[in-house]
């Protein structure tokens, strides 16, 4: 199995803030790697696919970069509805796999 | 847009089979768009991949959970359904269902997750 290992597993961050999740790979993925949102008692929300293309109604402060085995999510200006816990997952080869998470606190 | 929603039994003793079923709206699951999938997340825990379906009826597992797992598709009702055979403790999770994309291999819809408890 592919190990997706994220970090930092928690960041303190306040409005405005440029916050950046890394999520490196246990083997080579190409691209394929996806970013999720998570708020409490609801399902993930996916942000951004094969690595860097944007979701529709994502808004655009939020970004990601990488290739290979390692990959960023950048928040460019942190609001006060991205305070969640956010994943990475890697499409690349079964199972599927996703990262233990990342937490952005206030 | 398409919409999913999970149902089945919220309880489900030990050593029994778990039946949880995915109901599609605003979509086919004819649809050669999408896998149909399976994923669940223990309280506190993170997310792990159960399984998928695919139109064709081609199916992908977990192998961690092959030999307890079955997903089918219901074209006749727009649903899809995961069974997860001898269930223990571990297997208590909120279960989502969900599409994932077959061009960006995102999983772009979800639905609302239902909790299960293994317990006697």
């Known amino acids: 199995d592919i190990q997706m290992t994220q970090s930092p597993s928690s960041v303190s961050a306040s409005v405005g803030d440029r916050v950046t999740i890394t999520c490196r790979a246990s083997?080579?993925?190409?691209?394929?790697l996806a970013w999720y949102q998570q708020k409490p008692g609801k399902a993930p929300k996916l942000l951004i696919y094969?690595?860097?293309s944007l979701q529709s109604g994502v808004p655009s402060r939020f970004s990601g970069s990488g290739s290979g085995t390692h990959f960023t999510l950048t928040v460019s200006s942190l609001q006060p509805e991205d305070f969640a816990t956010y994943y990475c997952q890697q499409a690349n080869s079964f199972p599927l796999t996703f990262g233990g998470g990342t937490k952005v606190e206030i | 847009q398409v919409q999913l929603q999970e149902s089945g039994p919220g309880l489900v003793k030990p050593s029994q089979t778990l039946s949880l079923t995915c109901t599609v709206s605003?979509?086919?699951?004819?649809?050669?768009?999408?896998?149909w999938s399976w994923i669940r997340q223990p309280a506190g825990k993170g997310l792990e991949w159960i399984g998928r379906i695919y139109t064709s009826g081609s199916t992908n597992y977990n192998p961690s959970l092959k030999s307890r797992v079955t997903i089918s598709v219901d074209t006749s009702k727009n649903q899809f359904s995961l069974k997860l055979s001898s269930v223990t403790a571990a297997d208590t999770a909120v279960y989502y269902c969900?599409?994932?994309?077959?061009?960006?291999?995102?999983?772009?819809?979800w639905g609302q997750g239902t909790l299960v408890t293994v317990s006697s």
């Open positions: 605003g979509g086919s699951v004819s649809s050669g768009r999408y896998y």
């Open positions: 094969t690595a860097s």
């Open positions: 969900a599409t994932q994309d077959y061009a960006n291999s995102g999983f772009d819809y």
């Open positions: 083997q080579g993925i190409s691209s394929w």
